[in-house]
């Protein structure tokens, strides 16, 4: 639901429109008190969760939508991303760099882990029949 507090970005499943994301993230949050890291933070973490969107849950479908909404609410900025699909298989897994240096594991796994490390929460909802959000949290003062 969208209240006043909620902004909504709609956008094509393009790669390269996550810019449009940082930039609104960082305009948002820095309005409302977050300092230059953790900006940078909020952005890398949303970029990360685009990309995934558009590669992971629409697979390149040009048709499908990416929608983030944001918003900042008792202290705490939210964002989620919502795509078309069917979202994750099982909860990732840190990526393991001696094994992928190893090439024992395919180097995958640096995207949900940077959304992990720079958020204070993250989630990964399936939504019966309506595609897959991720929802993160950032609060402001720590
Ligand atoms: N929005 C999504 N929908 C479906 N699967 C996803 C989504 N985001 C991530 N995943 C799954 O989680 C895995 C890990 O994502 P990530 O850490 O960003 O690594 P990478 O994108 O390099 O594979 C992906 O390979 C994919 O299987
Ligand atoms: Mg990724």
Do not use: W, Y
């Not at 993230?25 to 820095?30: D, I, Q, R, S, T």
């Not at 983030?68 to 202290?75: L, R």
């Not at 640096?110 to 993250?122: C, I, N």
């Amino acid at each position: 639901m969208l209240d006043e507090q909620t902004v909504e970005i709609n956008l094509p499943n393009r790669l390269g429109l996550e810019r449009l994301v940082m930039g609104s993230v960082a305009a948002l949050a820095k309005s409302v008190g977050f300092g230059p890291s953790r900006v940078e933070d909020l952005k890398t973490a949303v970029a990360e969760a685009c990309i995934n969107a558009v590669q992971h849950g629409n697979k390149d479908r040009p048709r499908a939508r990416v929608i983030v909404t944001m918003n900042f609410k008792d202290n705490v900025f939210t964002v989620s991303v919502h795509d078309e699909g069917e979202g994750l298989k099982s909860e990732p897994k840190d990526p393991d760099i001696v094994r992928i240096l190893d090439n024992l594991d395919p180097p995958v796994g640096f995207g949900t882990f940077l959304m992990r490390k720079l958020m204070d929460q993250v989630e990964f909802l399936k939504k019966a029949n309506q595609g897959h959000e991720v929802r993160m949290a950032m609060k402001l003062g720590d």
